[in-house]
């Protein structure tokens, strides 16, 4: 199992995040790998983390999940692979305390290279789903809280991401009206929900 820290476009490594690439064994038979090992997992994070509870979504071509995060008392970390077609996953910064403050970072999930990305508590996370089908794994660190979940809007000024919009044919993405609506950061920066 392999590390990488990620950079914000501008070169700027953002502490937390990681992108986790597994050792991948093939053969004539097809592959194997292990896609979750307690021990290791808390090697490369430095940390204990505990995972709570799983969930599985699955997204046509298109569709734009997020970016969603979880406020205090109830923060939720993350661990995404995308273990159907192709996403392209982003975690943006929301500690107060933090030079990438507002900073994102991405990678490309797929089947095809079967990495993960570990997103801490205090992120934001989002994607969008790039091939005809996706279907994505998570493991996250707390419960779902309808009360402490938030939303802040993918077009964000503030934040600036570079959505791969040319890889979903010139369509426009597909989103719910809880992320068709969301606030954008300054909202939070306001209302005190930030990490």
């Known amino acids: 199992m392999k590390t990488e820290k990620l950079k914000y476009k501008k070169g700027t490594l953002i502490d937390g995040p990681l992108l986790i690439k597994p050792q991948i064994f093939e053969d004539e038979r097809g592959f194997f ?66 030079n990438t403050f507002g900073k994102y970072i991405y990678s490309y999930l797929s089947e095809k290279n079967k990495n993960q990305l570990w997103i801490p508590k205090g992120f934001a996370h989002g994607f969008l789903t790039l091939s005809d089908q996706a279907e994505v794994n998570y493991k996250a660190s707390g419960f779902w809280s309808k009360n402490d979940e938030r939303s802040i809007n993918w077009i964000d000024d503030d934040i600036k991401i570079d959505w791969p919009l040319e890889k979903i044919d010139g369509m426009n993405p597909i989103l719910n009206d809880k992320d068709r609506n969301a606030n954008k950061l300054s909202y939070y920066l306001k209302s005190g929900d930030l990490f």
């Open 33 to 98: 790998y292990e896609s979750w090992n307690q021990a290791k997992f808390n090697d490369i994070t430095k940390d204990k983390i505990t995972f709570l509870q799983d969930n599985v979504s699955r997204s046509k071509k298109g569709v734009l999940r997020g970016l969603h995060f979880q406020c205090h008392p109830n923060p939720q970390g993350k661990l995404v692979r995308c273990v159907i077609g192709e996403i392209f996953d982003v975690a943006v910064d929301l500690r107060l305390n933090s």
